[in-house]
């Protein structure tokens, strides 16, 4: 296979086939990486421009940009188990991809316009992410259907990768516009208009609609009862429990890098950074990852990335140096590159074609209900206990999670894949 | 593919190219954007510091090159200050030094300048976030500066995380993080992860200072010391303290309900009991003292000002401006409770 793609790209021209070709991805799931890093590029030179925009030329204060941004994250949850059905009942992944993204352009240039009205700031804010809620499912949806089975974990590292690429460009493209055109926010909605629209073309004319492995246009659509039947199946309700378990014993990235403030005390400002080089080492270990969870299996690849959260814990439990920072943000690239995407290929391997979307819609709900109660509790046991005694329980609960999954999880493994 | 969508997404992209390059382009030649002559006020005649009342800010949000310009009152005429081009989001002014907290030229991170009074900037610091309050004591020693720092909110969802730090207005050196600092409460040592502080005002002694420590749902009055890093707890209920210029009294905005709205209060430090001030409505700023006698303050759009004793009714100062600074009120410490600063009336519009 690895030799006809090859022998192919040699014939195509170049700028089309090869990074497709060489990984043997295919190549509907490069389009969807690109309509991802484009949309990305779109979204984060807006998030990161917004609180400035919001407070300095539409004044408004930053505690009612905490409850501008609090305000709708429960929405986009409940969106993407609806969307995820309607994707598979309708058997139209890509249109339904194509009105989360469309929304989600059609919002920026609602920024454009909306001025310094906070009403319709707000409500643009929300829109765009229903968009998002909207979206997530059925495209991830599309790149299982899109790719073999024995490939699905690279397939997911691929789009990852270039999805945080679009995170990481997103603030640069911002910050270049406002270096040549000073507080001219105008013309960082205008950019971030063209990223998304740029994005919806590559959707709706490059994507393909029905991949091989999609279920054939004649086949039965799955009804209400069918779809929800799919949390009652062993193996996937195996996966849910699993993934659920393991977000809940994890602490999320956001508290770990406060708490390495705490223990390291370096400089505030540095803060941002820390999510830039976490998001570079999970940008350059997404695809190896990918492949590696391939080739031994994804089980054990999910495992061992939930187990280097481990030592990063123990990095919170004293005064550490810039060493330790640096170990404990390469950990945690190392941890989304192989869980992020390689939960979903799990995913992707055990449910029916024609439940894919449901399903990982389910997953991804259940995943963010795990992180959301992590750090709640978290939280609240920081506040309660101190920093310490937090991160001491949060390693017990990680470790018993881990001991539960792993017996789970193996007994998946060991079944036949489809 | 088929060729006609090739072409199809080709010319989209190379519209979608066109139409950003162009608004950039065309927004970084804009006029408005380079022009140097937006003029904030008439300048009949600018001078020192000496000689006005008040310092403020422009509020302009049309006008990304008028908002955040900084200048002064003075007798009842607002003028540009000589030779000093500044742009602040908040600033103070005291003894010979001025605190301005701004974005940075890059315009996506935060900066704090210490000026000298000609304005002209002495040192450059960064900042951890959105600049909210800026103190300066009176005798231009010590600096302190409030930002609101993001992701930095964790125990409460929702919530906010500030960044309270005092600087050496001599050489912009750190003297420390409020964070950092022992609190007591009853002389008992009071500790808690979710601690946030803001509103510094320094008393005539530099070394001491008032502020604002909130935990869980309360807001304390703390008093502290700088060489020492401590502070201990006054009472609760106080946001943004502002000392009055002979020692005695706290100006502060006080919370209504769990909302995020104020009112305008006075409290005597010698028996620490408050009462409100005529304004009505709800203010989101750390209110300043025009003399003993006076309050200052800005609702985000225009200056106000108001009796600290509750009679009367606030009156509007001037209009489009915030962050405002008494130049006046520095000169007249301790017991002067001047009656001649009363004989200076601030104009109208």
Known sequence: ?418 | MSKGRRWALAAIAGLCILAGVGYLVFAALDPSSVSTDAQPVAGQGAGDLASAQLMVRAVDREDPFLNGRVFVLEGGHPREVDGGELSCERVYFAGDRGLCLATAESGVSYEATIVDSSLQPLEHLDLAGLPSRARVSSDGRYGAMTVFVNGHAYVSSGGFSTVTTIVDMRNGELLGNLEDFKVTRDGEPFEAVDFNFWGITFAADPNRFYATLHTGDRYYLVEGDVKRQTMRVLRDGVECPSLSPDGTRIAFKSRIGDENRWRLAVLDLATLKAHPVAEQRSIDDQPEWLDNRALVYSDGLDVYTVSADGSGKPRLVLRNASSPVSLAAHDQPASKASAEAGSRPLAEG
Not at chain 1, 256 to 280: C, E, H, K, M, W
């Open chain 1, 1 to 418: 296979m690895y030799q006809v793609e090859a022998s192919k790209a040699l014939l195509k021209p170049r700028l089309w086939a090869t990074p497709a070709a060489r990984l043997s991805v295919p190549r509907n799931v490069v389009l969807l990486g690109m309509v991802s890093l484009l949309t990305d590029i779109s979204a984060e030179m807006v998030a990161t421009v917004l609180p400035l925009y919001l407070v300095f030329s539409v004044g408004v204060t930053p505690l009612a940009l905490g409850a501008i941004d609090g305000l709708y994250r429960g929405a986009a949850a409940i969106v993407q188990v609806g969307s995820g059905f309607a994707s598979d009942r309708l058997q139209r992944h890509k249109e339904v991809m194509t009105l989360g993204y469309g929304l989600s352009a059609v919002c920026k240039v609602g920024l454009v316009v909306a001025g310094s009205s906070v009403g319709a700031i707000g409500a643009l804010v929300a829109s765009d992410r229903i968009g998002k809620g909207i979206r997530t499912a059925p495209r991830d949806a599309l790149i299982s259907l899109s790719s073999t089975k024995a490939g699905l974990a690279t397939s997911f590292g691929v789009h990852r990768a270039m999805d945080s690429a679009g995170a990481m460009l997103g603030p640069l493209v911002a910050f270049g516009i406002l270096l040549l055109a000073p507080a001219r926010f105008d013309a960082v909605f205008v950019v971030s208009t063209a990223f998304a629209f740029l994005g919806l073309a590559v959707l709706v004319l490059a994507v393909k609609a029905r991949p091989d492995r999609a279920p054939a246009a004649s086949a039965a659509k799955p009804s209400l009862r069918v779809a929800l039947g799919i949390a009652a199946d062993r193996r996937f309700r195996l996966l849910l429990l699993a993934a659920g378990g393991l977000a809940l014993a994890s602490v999320s990235d956001t508290l770990i890098y406060v708490g390495l403030q705490r223990q390291s005390n370096f400089d505030p400002t540095v803060f941002p950074l820390l999510f830039v080089v976490t998001a570079v080492a999970f940008m350059a270990l997404a695809i190896p990852v990918g492949r590696l969870a391939d080739r031994i299996g994804r089980v054990p690849v999910l495992l061992a990335g939930h187990a280097v959260l481990l030592p990063v814990y123990g990095l919170l439990l004293s005064s550490i140096g810039t060493g330790g920072v640096l170990f404990a943000l390469l950990a945690l690239g190392v941890y989304f590159a192989a869980t992020d995407g390689v939960t979903t290929a799990l995913a992707g391997a055990i449910l029916p074609e024609r439940l894919q979307a449901t399903g990982i819609g389910i997953l991804i709900t259940v995943m963010s209900l795990g992180k959301f109660g992590s750090s709640l509790i978290f939280g609240a046991l920081w506040f309660a206990l101190g920093l310490k005694s937090a991160v001491l329980l949060f390693a017990v609960a990680l470790l018993a999670a881990l001991l539960v999954a792993t017996p789970l999880l193996m007994r998946l493994r060991q079944e036949p894949v489809g």
